[in-house]
Each structure stands twice: as structure tokens, then as C-alpha cells.
């Protein structure tokens, strides 16, 4: 392709088109290299779709890059296993979730004119194995401030749905079996990530012939099959930034406040753990799914949890991280080449950071607790709805009485919880209240006492 300016770094391809209007960073994979290894390469957007669109099926195998730090629109990536989910019809879910969607963005941003499911483009590439769908909203005159903050906003939206159907005793729209039959969701969450490759329409993954077309339940209107394309991009395509409302989700809370800390006083050495589970990640993903997906998001790209164990006494999961990433909270840096351990503290729902470092592990270093986003917290099973509803709601309803002027609140500590847990559900609730606030700051907290 002619259009193209390739290279070898995805970062390098980011630098070139910084700046550019119109320009994109498109990825593909690496011929037979088999591995998922990928070029970059980036383009006038114009340029490219003319090209592109002329390619056989085969070579149509691209990915938009979104730059970390772009404006971007709402972008969902859907899917499940067919055989996990026989009973599961896709479409009619993916209608349930996007007028879900439509009305919380609605109400979240009190945007002038309500969304409609013609706001949204959805696009298709199931094969009879696997249900598979992207979409694309489109708010009009507006951008979300980058993918962090879609990330925020989907997964407060995706804890609220389950929230909801759990106190109307009903499963949700987003709940669906996972592969190997384990509770999982329709919207993966994982995809709101730095540097994010998100499949461009009309393309398959390397080797699939399973391109992704409209969909054809989409109400989205199409004028040119060139502005289908513009309008498929989650990143690239957005002209005129400057004169457009920025939608933000969350970073204004966590920017504002230090990160809540509930470690313990007492130093711990993990290798005097007690009864420790050893295990290939396989059977993690079994034991805690949500964590593992969770803490893998955090370290993506360039990190893998190269191995783990369980303490069960403290109920802590220790994860060695290989690879690129190796962030830590006390240089707050990458190393350049010591590797850091995440260690998932479940009893108080966060993970925090440890080091390979001599010089962090000389004064013992280990970061503040990280809470986990709700979303994980409520796969916990401390925090299972049984919980939830008898001693979290309750309390809940009281932080807001407590924080909401004019009224007394104030109900005295709930008798409800055995004495002996006391500290680790205190612990909790302050991070539920933290969670809430964050939904605050979304503007989202109208109707969590309904
Ligand atoms: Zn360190």
C-alpha cells in the first residue's frame, strides 16, 4: 500500500502522526509469524480507506491504534463462545444493553437530546463459534477525553447493570458463560487500554476470513461506505476536537484525592505464608477470574503474570510479573530491569505493588492498597450479593445520609455483621465508598439508593 509510512515501533508510528490532522496509526500482523506480532504503520485516513477497500480479503487485517492520550468515542468490544451460551441470543442482548447505554449516557453527561440506538454502530464478525460484535457511539458534538476514561465510564455502567439486576433478582444482559463455563460478561473490559489495537471494519483476524461488516440489526445511518469507514474508527477520525465537549468519567476524583490506604502496620514476609496453593495460571483464572483479568489489565501492554501463588491465611494472591512491565509506586517509574510482584489482597479488595529492586526491597517497599474497580470487588466472595444486600446496601444508604447536608443520618454502626469481621467489612465499605464516589463524580449516584 503506497499510502503507507511503516514502522518497525508502535511508538515511533504514534510520534509520526502526532499532530498530523487526519492522519492514522494502523497495526497489522506480521505474516506467518504466527505469534501475534504486528507492524505499524500510519496514513492519511483518506488514503488508506482507498486503498484498503480495494484489498482482497485476505490482506484486510488492520487494527486502528488509539493513542493513549487521543480523544475518542465510546467503543464496546462484545463477545462470548457459542457453545458456553446455547441459550443465549446475542442480538437481542446487544439491544438490551445499547438502550441501557443510550439512557446512561444520556442522563450521566444531561446531554440536550437523548441518545437513540441510531447513535451506535455495530458491526459484526461472529462465526458460527463465536458471537463477536464491536460498536461504535456516536455522541453528537462530543468526545470522551481518551480511553481511560470510556474504560471508567463502561465499567461503573457494566457494575451498575448487574447491580440492578441483582437487587430485582434476574440475571443481566451482560452475563454470560465464559469458555470453560465460568461466570463471565458479554462486554469485555479489558480493551481500555494504553495503545489500545482495535480492529478496523471491514477486516479479519490474520488467517480468519471473518471481516467485520455491519451489522444487521444496526440502526446507525450509512451515507457512503467512505463515511461508514470515518465513522467506524474509535480515534482517528475525529475532526474539530477543539470545539467539542470533552466527556470525562472519574479522573477528576482519583486525580483529586490520595489513593486510599488500608495496608496493614505489621511487615509481612510472604515467604513465611502459610498454606500456599501453587498453580499454573490456568486454574487461577478458575479460582478468582475477575482479579487475574483485572491485574493483567493493569499491566497490559508489555506485562504477563509469569507466576503466582496463593496464600490462603491471608488470602493474598502473589503474581510475578514478566516482561516490559515493571512499573513501580515508589520510583514511580518503570525499572529498567527489575521485575515487580502485584500482590491481590482479596480480604480487602485491592492489590498493591512490591519490588525486585534491591533498593525498594532494602526499606521494604510496598505501595498503598489499589482498590480493585466494583465491578471485581462484587465477584469476591465476601462481596456476593447475599452480602451485599444484608450489609453493604445498608451501610451504603448511610455513608450517603451521613455525606448528603440537611439530614441526620448518622444510624450507628449496623449490628448486622458478626463482630469478629468487623475490620475487614469497615475496610470494604470504605472502599465501596470510594467506588461511589468515583460513580459521584460520573454524576451517576441519583438512583443508587432506589
Ligand atoms: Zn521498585
Not at 454502626?413 to 475490620?423: E, F, L
Amino acid at each position: 500500500m503506497a499510502c503507507l509510512t511503516i514502522f518497525r515501533k508502535q511508538a515511533q508510528a504514534l510520534d509520526d502522526a502526532l499532530g498530523k490532522p487526519g492522519a492514522m496509526v494502523v497495526a497489522a500482523e506480521i505474516k506467518g509469524a504466527g505469534n501475534g506480532a504486528r507492524w505499524f504503520a500510519t496514513a492519511h485516513l483518506d488514503a488508506f480507506w482507498r486503498e484498503y477497500a480495494e484489498l482482497p480479503l485476505d490482506e484486510r487485517v488492520f487494527y486502528e491504534v488509539i493513542p493513549p492520550h487521543a480523544v475518542c468515542r465510546l467503543y464496546i468490544d462484545l463477545e462470548f463462545a457459542t457453545a458456553a451460551n446455547p441459550e443465549v441470543d446475542g442480538e437481542a442482548r446487544v439491544a438490551r444493553l445499547l438502550r441501557a447505554l443510550m439512557r446512561e449516557l444520556s442522563k450521566v453527561f444531561r446531554l440536550p437530546t437523548p441518545l437513540s440506538i441510531a447513535h451506535a454502530l455495530v458491526l459484526d464478525s461472529s462465526t458460527p463459534a463465536k458471537f463477536s460484535q464491536h460498536v461504535i457511539v456516536h455522541v453528537p458534538g462530543r468526545a470522551f477525553q481518551d480511553v481511560y476514561s470510556v474504560g471508567k465510564f463502561m465499567t461503573t455502567f457494566v457494575a451498575r447493570l448487574r447491580a440492578r439486576a441483582t437487587r430485582a433478582g434476574r440475571s443481566s444482559c451482560v452475563d454470560v458463560a465464559a469458555k470453560d463455563g465460568s461466570p463471565g460478561c458479554l462486554v469485555d473490559l479489558g480493551v481500555y487500554t494504553k495503545n489500545r489495537n482495535f480492529r478496523l471494519y471491514k477486516s479479519s483476524k490474520a488467517g480468519r476470513r471473518a471481516p467485520l461488516v455491519v451489522a444487521r440489526t444496526s440502526r446507525f445511518p450509512i451515507t457512503s461506505e467512505a463515511r461508514l469507514f470515518r465513522d467506524s474508527l474509535v480515534s482517528a477520525s475525529i475532526d474539530g476536537a477543539d470545539s467539542m465537549t470533552i466527556l470525562r468519567c472519574g479522573n477528576r476524583q482519583s486525580v483529586a484525592r490520595p489513593r486510599l490506604s488500608l495496608a496493614p502496620v505489621e511487615a509481612e514476609r510472604i515467604e513465611a505464608g502459610g498454606s500456599r496453593v501453587c498453580g499454573e495460571h490456568t486454574p487461577a483464572a478458575a479460582l478468582f477470574p475477575a482479579v487475574f483479568r483485572h491485574l493483567e489489565d493493569v499491566i497490559s501492554p508489555g506485562g504477563r503474570i509469569r507466576t503466582w501463588f496463593y496464600i490462603a491465611r491471608s488470602q493474598r494472591i502473589v503474581c510475578e510479573i514478566a516482561g516490559s512491565w515493571k512499573y513501580c509506586h515508589n520510583v514511580k517509574r518503570h525499572h529498567a530491569s527489575n521485575n515487580v510482584m502485584l500482590i491481590a489482597d482479596l480480604a480487602h479488595g485491592g492489590y498493591y505493588q512490591k519490588c525486585h529492586d534491591p533498593e525498594c526491597a532494602a526499606i521494604g517497599f510496598r505501595s498503598n492498597l489499589i482498590p480493585f474497580p466494583l465491578d471485581v470487588l462484587l465477584t469476591l466472595p465476601q462481596f456476593n450479593s447475599g452480602f451485599v444486600d444484608a450489609v453493604i446496601a445498608p451501610h451504603v444508604a448511610r455513608i450517603y445520609d451521613r455525606a448528603r447536608p440537611g439530614t441526620d443520618g448518622g444510624a450507628g454502626p449496623n449490628s448486622a455483621h458478626p463482630s469478629t469481621r468487623a475490620a475487614e467489612i469497615e475496610s470494604s465499605l470504605a472502599l465501596l465508598a470510594t467506588e461511589l464516589d468515583r460513580l459521584d463524580g460520573a454524576g451517576v449516584s441519583a438512583d443508587i439508593q432506589s
